[in-house]
């Protein structure tokens, strides 16, 4: 299907992957991370944001996690977070499955590299278990 909307898999290819990988089961996600590794360029990279188990001991620990779920099961009946993957196990989850994590995010840092005004001060708060992952395949 790619290849028909015209993706090359021999040329350097960023695929953004924003707002997916929580709907998932996590075969759905191994199945994107093996076609990422599998078909594409060396130098290929995937961004991709993914969320952190939360659970009722960390739920009050983690900015904005319990209005976001309380906010999220009102008004989004049916679709639940199915994947979650919590931080340091991010690098061993990625070569597991080919991949080299390039860089990880936290939400603060997210904040800061990416919600910041002019004066760089914080122009907002970002839900504190959600990250943002850049990951290649691993060069053989």
């Known amino acids: ?23 998932l089961a996590g ?14 360029h060396p130098e290929t990279t995937i961004a991709f944001d993914h969320a952190t188990t939360l ?24 679709e639940p977070f199915r994947f979650f993957i919590d931080q340091d196990a ?9 991949l080299d994590l390039v ?7 997210m904040e800061s590299a990416y919600s910041t005004g002019d004066a760089g001060a914080p122009t907002g708060k970002v839900t504190g278990f959600f990250h943002l992952a850049v990951a290649r395949p691993t060069a053989t």
């Open 27 to 40: 075969d759905a996600v191994d199945d994107v991370l093996l076609l990422v590794r599998e078909n594409t």
């Open 1 to 23: 299907m790619l290849r028909e909307a015209g993706y090359e898999p021999g040329r350097k290819t960023l695929f953004l992957w924003e707002g997916v990988t929580y709907y």
């Open 90 to 98: 991010l690098p061993s989850f990625l070569s597991e499955r080919g």
């Open 55 to 78: 659970s009722d001991e960390n739920i009050d620990r983690i900015h904005g996690a319990r209005a976001f779920t309380e906010t999220w099961r009102k008004h989004h009946k049916g």
């Open 103 to 109: 860089e990880h995010l936290d939400a603060s840092e």
